[in-house]
């Protein structure tokens, strides 16, 4: 008859035989889109988690254990082959009228809303009626947006030849060449321009920003059909995070409005 300690001892090796064998729960990868689009995403090629996204990233994984999210470099032109080819499982903080509509896709609302506005050089005599009119006025835009006073036409051609714009990759830019009289009205996202003045604090009093706004950007989260996660579990995640206080924390500093969302099913869109 064979000891106490060696019957545990065999027991506790068999144990761990099986363990070794069964498969483990991990965790399912969700591949999300991280394209320049700054403040929310800065510069993802170049390896800095430098923006918002991924603090909402690292608020999600750490909320769950079922789904492990990850970034993958892409960008804004590119990102719809990305999602069709299944190179990445969702792209954030879009709409689903910027180009989506012929790419099989779940939206999710996010209850995220920012707005696009229009800053000039402050002078003596400029007041708001100045952003009324843009016709005759040399506009500086991000390549790849889609503006609604071009009709989210975001072709660069088109913008430089029905709206004397030029169209670069930085935002940046686009206030600098306005601060310098290479631009008369840069458009800039309020979340970006908000973070702007504080890098730069000396900068505010040199700008005009307008009362009107270009349009409000209500964000949603674009799926792909084979995603590993659904759009209602992904719902389901993000209204953790504002149950817990995480999506004001993150959003609110940068004048992103945490709005309602609808309870309602994620919308699917299947191409024709």
Do not use: C
């Not at 144990?15 to 889109?33: D, K, N």
């Not at 601060?179 to 970006?192: E, Q």
């Not at 003045?197 to 409000?216: H, M, P, T």
């Amino acid at each position: 008859m064979g000891s106490p300690i060696r019957t545990a001892s065999r027991l506790l090796l068999a144990m761990l035989a099986v363990s070794v064998m069964m498969p483990s729960q991990a965790a399912q990868l969700v591949r999300i889109g991280a394209a320049h689009f700054p403040p929310y995403t800065v510069r993802p090629e170049s390896g800095a988690d430098t923006g918002l996204l991924p603090q909402l990233v690292e608020a999600l994984n750490a909320s769950q254990s079922d789904y492990q999210f990850v970034l993958v470099p892409t960008s804004i032109p590119r990102r719809f082959g990305d999602l069709k080819q299944g190179r990445i499982d969702m792209a954030i903080f879009e709409n689903p009228a910027w180009g989506w509509e012929d790419i099989p896709h779940t939206t999710v609302d996010m209850g995220l809303e920012d707005a696009e506005i229009f800053v000039a050089q402050r002078l003596p005599d400029r007041q708001q009626n100045y952003f009324a009119d843009l016709s005759g006025k040399r506009l500086a835009l991000f390549s790849g947006y889609h503006y609604e006073f071009a009709n989210f036409n975001a072709e660069p051609q088109y913008l430089a030849k029905n709206y004397n714009a030029t169209v670069t990759y930085s935002h940046d830019s686009n206030l600098l060449m306005v601060l310098r009289g290479r631009a008369d009205i840069a458009l800039v996202t309020r979340s970006y321009l908000s973070d702007y003045f504080l890098r730069n604090l000396k900068v505010a009093s040199e700008l005009l920003v307008s009362d009107r706004i270009d349009q409000i950007y209500h964000h949603y989260a674009i799926l792909r059909p084979a995603a590993p996660i659904s759009g209602e579990a992904f719902g389901k995640l993000l209204q953790g995070l504002r149950d817990n206080g995480q999506m004001l924390r993150i959003f609110d500093p940068y004048k992103i409005a945490v709005v309602p969302v609808p309870h309602s099913e994620p919308a699917s869109h299947v191409a024709n």
